[in-house]
């Protein structure tokens, strides 16, 4: 990556100096410790902003255009805030220019500016490349116009660009934790009422490890469309034997799921079991971090890998691999896929002293197993979006 004194070298070299107010801003990617598909059955997740993060420097213009490049691709896009249109070639506009949308429509009156801004976010990896470019974007512009978007606010306006403008239905957690991230922190969040609680994650001893399968996630879409669809068959029947209100699996026991459950299909009754015990998982998992409990922690997290293998069946044998390989491994207290599955990560917790031979042994042994050549990011809980000095 980049230090950000050759960063402002290349956007001087690139555009001329407005003499107006500049900025450099980043903003991170995230990984999710525990909490798999219980986002859209109003439970609960518990993320943390990781080490990597997309970097933006920007100026105002004294105008209504917007010129915008990406070293990463090495394109220039250039639009007028008057005229925000989706960009079928360069993609990776439509997330600044929804951000600029959702703004505007907030009625704030901005400016516009030439921006740069480069990553190390790894793309397709399901560590929110997006997201953080999404909430850049609006720290950025809320920065240099002097706007007053509160934090909790600016996550919601970039999670609404990628639904309206950018067509991507996603929850509320990326933006969240981006946004409101804390370093030394996870994030609790409420997926029901998108009420947060910063979480201490005091690791001194240990530290995420994440692994990158480089399996591409091709079966998501409609692996997950027929999730939802389960799990809403699943809440109208207890919806209609319970009685207490059930607006969604999140308001269902362990104990009515076993006393009633007995009626569902065997599948729906196993995918319901996934997103009521992941919700009890996050739970305790956010219990045994406030007792510095990380041995607690790491079983909840495997426990949660072999429910979403098992129950879920959102795995693959890729990730299966990666967390079999790691609790092999010295100094593992835990391991499990993260996000929404059929390839991407596996989040591990590894004790700093083992991790040189984490990394070589699981990295040889999967490579020889599958012929991928996967990538490894050792990271902490980072800070969430900020202004670079």
């Not at 059955?41 to 004294?62: E, S």
């Not at 600016?154 to 639904?163: G, K, T």
Request: glycine residues 8%; aromatic residues 8%.
């Amino acid at each position: 990556m980049r230090g950000l004194k050759e960063l402002w070298q290349i956007f001087e070299e690139r555009f001329p100096d407005t003499g107006l107010r500049k900025g450099a801003f980043a903003a991170p990617g995230r990984v999710n410790l525990i909490g798999e598909h219980t986002d859209y059955n109003d439970g609960f997740v518990l993320p943390m902003a990781i080490d990597k993060n997309i970097t933006m420097l920007a100026q105002l213009r004294d105008d209504q255009e917007v010129r915008a490049y990406s070293l990463d691709y090495g394109r220039e896009v250039i639009f007028s805030l008057l005229d925000l249109e989706f960009e079928k070639e360069d993609f990776w506009a439509n997330y600044i220019k929804g951000v600029i949308d959702e703004i505007k429509k907030m009625d704030y009156y901005i400016q516009g500016m030439n921006l740069i801004f480069t990553g190390d976010i790894p793309i397709g990896s399901g560590l929110s490349s997006s997201a953080a470019l999404e909430v850049v974007t609006a720290y950025t512009i809320a920065s240099l116009n002097d706007l007053d978007i509160q934090p909790v606010e600016m996550a919601l306006l970039c999670q609404r660009a990628e639904n309206n403008f950018v067509g991507v239905n996603c929850g509320i957690m990326d933006q969240y934790i981006s946004r409101l991230g804390k370093e030394g922190n996870a994030l609790l969040i409420d997926c029901r009422s998108n009420e947060y609680e910063l979480v201490p994650f005091a690791i001194e001893d240990y530290q995420v490890v994440i692994c990158n399968s480089r399996v591409e996630r091709g079966l998501v879409d409609s692996e997950y469309n027929q999730r939802r669809e389960e799990c809403e068959k699943a809440s109208r029947y207890f919806a209609e034997r319970l009685d207490h209100r059930v607006l969604a699996l999140r308001d269902v026991t362990v104990e009515e799921l076993e006393k009633e459950g007995g009626g569902l299909e065997e599948i729906t009754y196993r995918r319901a079991r996934h997103v009521i015990t992941e919700n009890n998982r996050v739970l305790m998992a956010v219990s045994a971090l406030r007792k510095n409990d990380l041995e607690t922690f790491g079983k909840l997290m495997t426990e949660s890998h072999y429910s979403l293998r098992d129950d879920y069946e959102v795995s693959c044998p890729e990730l299966d691999l990666l967390v079999e390989l790691a609790l092999k491994q010295k100094g593992v207290l835990g391991a499990r896929m993260t996000g929404a599955g059929f390839g991407g990560c596996t989040v591990n917790l590894v004790h700093k002293d083992y991790i040189d031979d984490f990394i070589a042994n699981v990295k040889k042994a999967y490579d020889q197993e599958t012929g991928k050549d996967m990538e490894i990011y050792v990271t902490w809980p980072a800070a969430g979006a900020r202004e670079l000095a």
